[in-house]
């Protein structure tokens, strides 16, 4: 089945301890991105893959790295977690970026909270 | 910058009312468009695009006009069931971007 599988789901975790929150997909896509999802905010992109070795910054970088060394794997890491990270992570893939086409196949979320 | 808008919610509908979630844009370039969906616990997924001005983006029975003089994508939907309730999303992808912007969400909650 293709899919795009995050991990964990649910993760409640301490200020500064550090985490990652790993993306998966399947369906040989060029294209990943982080989003985060805060209530009246929408979805905001935190990172961007254009393919293997090549990331960079989306609108809301700030706090958070990402890697991207093989095609299938885009891991999103919170180096020092703080409160105002708690939020809904999203992670979406695509064949390659067309703004044309422009679907995105999304993981199932990642709800992490901060203490 | 690149921006969408999009009504807020919740919005509550009785099952078979006419559904219209308002949706507008600002791009600087020619922007295509999308709405998603995101029902309870799930991820987003694509409910319907438009990738020129006057396209009609349809899908399981919901239907969107890509307007650029009123720079609009209004959702609509003429009977909505109680399976339509969900999250919906409204939003833009411009080439040079390498993302997709959306709106903040609306939530619809149809009533049996």
């Known amino acids: 089945e293709a899919q795009v599988t995050q991990n964990p789901r649910y993760l409640i975790t301490v200020t500064g301890k550090k985490l990652t929150v790993t993306c998966s997909q399947n369906?040989?896509?060029?294209?990943m991105s982080w989003y985060r999802q805060d209530p009246g905010l929408g979805l905001r992109q935190i990172y961007y893959?254009?393919?293997?070795?090549?990331?960079d910054k989306g609108d809301v970088p700030e706090g958070y790295k990402v890697s991207r060394k093989e095609k299938r794997n885009f891991p999103l890491i919170l180096e020092s977690p703080s409160p105002n990270q708690t939020s809904l992570y999203f992670c979406?893939?695509?064949?390659?970026?067309?703004?044309?086409?422009?679907?995105?196949?999304f993981g199932e979320g990642s709800r992490l909270t901060v203490l | 910058g690149d921006s969408v808008t999009q009504m807020e919610g919740p919005v509550t509908l009785s099952e078979e009312a006419f559904l219209t979630i308002n949706c507008t844009y600002t791009?600087?370039?020619?922007?295509?468009l999308f709405w998603y969906v995101q029902y309870p616990g799930e991820g987003l997924q694509l409910l319907l695009k438009?990738?020129?001005?006057?396209d009609k983006g349809s899908n399981k029975g919901f239907e969107a006009t890509y307007r650029k003089e009123t720079t609009s994508f209004h959702l609509e939907k003429g009977s909505v069931q109680v399976s339509d309730s969900a999250v919906y999303f409204c939003?833009?992808?411009?080439?040079?971007?390498?993302?997709?912007?959306f709106g903040a969400g609306t939530r619809l909650f149809v009533k049996a």
């Open positions: 438009a990738t020129k001005a006057d």
């Open positions: 369906m040989n896509h060029e294209y």
């Open positions: 893959s254009m393919n293997v070795e090549v990331t």
């Open positions: 979406a893939s695509s064949p390659k970026w067309d703004a044309d086409t422009g679907e995105l196949f």
């Open positions: 939003a833009l992808s411009v080439g040079g971007g390498f993302k997709t912007i």
């Open positions: 791009a600087t370039g020619y922007p295509s």
